[in-house]
Each structure stands twice: as C-alpha cells, then as structure tokens.
T-cell receptor, first 113, second 111 residues
Framework: EAGVTQSPTHLIKTRGQQATLRCSPI?????VYWYQQALGLGLQFLLW???????NRGNFPPRFSGRQFPNYSSELNVNALELEDSALYLC????????????FGDGTRLSIL | RKEVEQDPGPFNVPEGATVAFNCTYS??????FFWYRQDCRKEPKLLMS???SGNEDGRFTAQLNRASQYISLLIRDSKLSDSATYLC????????????FGRGTSLIVHP
C-alpha cells in the first residue's frame, strides 16, 4: 500500500513569490493535515481538510491556504513568501475515525532566498 | 502551561541502557495518545499508540497515567538506531480532531 506522497521534495523560491505544495493521502484516507516545521522547532498545525472541506486552521496568516480535491488529494498554497516561511512542510492523512493516528509524507522542504 | 510538554533532552545513553521519557498534557478531555519517532530532517513516523492499560511492542513500552495527565515511553536495551527525536501526540475528541504535538525529546545512543 502506498503511503502519503508529497511533491515536490524540494522547492526554492524568492521573497514575494507563490508556492504550491501537493499531497496525496493513503488510499481510503479522507482527512489531510498540513504542518509546518521550521528548523529546530516542533510541528505547527496549519490546516485540516476532510471530505473536501476545510475543517480547521492553525494560527497562520491568510496567505497560507489550500484545498482538498474530490480524490482527497490536497494542495497547500503560500502567497507572498517571506524568509521565515522556509521550513519543512509535512502532510499527514488518517482514516475516517478521529481516534486513528496520522501517517506522514516525506515532506516538502521549502527554501526562501 | 503548554498543552503538551516534553523534556527536550538530549538524553545521552550507552547501548543497552534503558531510558524513559515522559510527556505531560494539560487537557483532561484528551482521549488518544501516540508516540512518534522523527529522525533528523525526516518525517515523523508512528511508533505506537498508547492505550489506557499500557502496551508493549518489543523493546518499547508505553503507559498512560490519566490521574496525573502524562504518558511515558520506555525503551529497553537501547540500540544505536534508536537515536532520534521522540514526539508525544495528544488528541482530544469533541469536534476538533487536531492532534497536538510535543516539541520532542532527543535521544542519542552511543557505543
């Protein structure tokens, strides 16, 4: 069974540009979560999608947005990139029940120059 | 008080040692608990769920103490490959299935 897949692996942008990160959940998983992990810091919750809808978002500015497609894959968009957006962006999926654990993709490492 | 707190370490132990980590949580309504392992610059990987009665998986034992609101992870016979950061995760039910991650505890196992 394929795990959570994310693309691209690495992304290099400059300040002010826009970035799009993609995630495909494990087959059968309908919930997708996005996290930001800056170097040396813990995971910061960004967004949660379930059944195509945004269910919750963390304490991030509106320039962080995303969506979930009918096939449950998801996209994270970051507009007006800033230097401090440099981080590892992790996507996780889980099965329908909230008690199930999340499974993570390898992440996208976003570097802002 | 942070929702989930862990001692960042590092815990520096020799091969073969037994080491234990604790993780405290503030929300008494928390109902699901997990330990993840994260290697440097890699994604977190589920190590084990934590059940009320405690559970064991090989050299790893997880326990939950609801009264004192903490979970623990015990690693016996440490291996060099156990070197990683161990993340505690707590989920509360009731509409918001957002897990809260601790900052992690760093373990270094040396020869």
């Amino acid at each position: 069974e394929a795990g959570v897949t994310q693309s691209p692996t690495h992304l290099i942008k400059t300040r002010g540009q826009q970035a799009t990160l993609r995630c495909s959940p494990i087959s059968g998983h309908t919930s997708v979560y996005w996290y930001q992990q800056a170097l040396g810091l813990g995971l910061q919750f960004l967004l949660w999608y379930d059944e195509g809808e945004e269910r919750n978002r963390g304490n991030f500015p509106p320039r962080f947005s995303g969506r979930q497609f009918p096939n449950y894959s998801s996209e994270l968009n970051v507009n007006a990139l800033e230097l401090e957006d440099s981080a590892l962006y992790l996507c996780a999926s889980r099965e329908g029940s909230g008690v199930q654990p999340q499974h993570f993709g390898d992440g996208t490492r976003l570097s802002i120059l | 008080r942070k929702e989930v707190e862990q001692d960042p370490g590092p815990f520096n132990v020799p091969e073969g040692a037994t080491v234990a980590f604790n993780c405290t949580y503030s929300n008494s309504a928390s109902q699901s608990f997990f330990w993840y392992r994260q290697d440097c610059r890699k994604e977190p990987k589920l190590l084990m769920s934590v059940y009320s009665s405690g559970n064991e998986d090989g050299r790893f034992t997880a326990q939950l103490n609801r009264a004192s609101q903490y979970i623990s992870l015990l690693i016996r016979d440490s291996k060099l490959s156990d070197s990683a950061t161990y993340l505690c995760v707590v989920k509360s039910m009731g509409g918001s299935y957002i897990p809260t991650f601790g900052r992690g505890t760093s373990l270094i196992v040396h020869p």
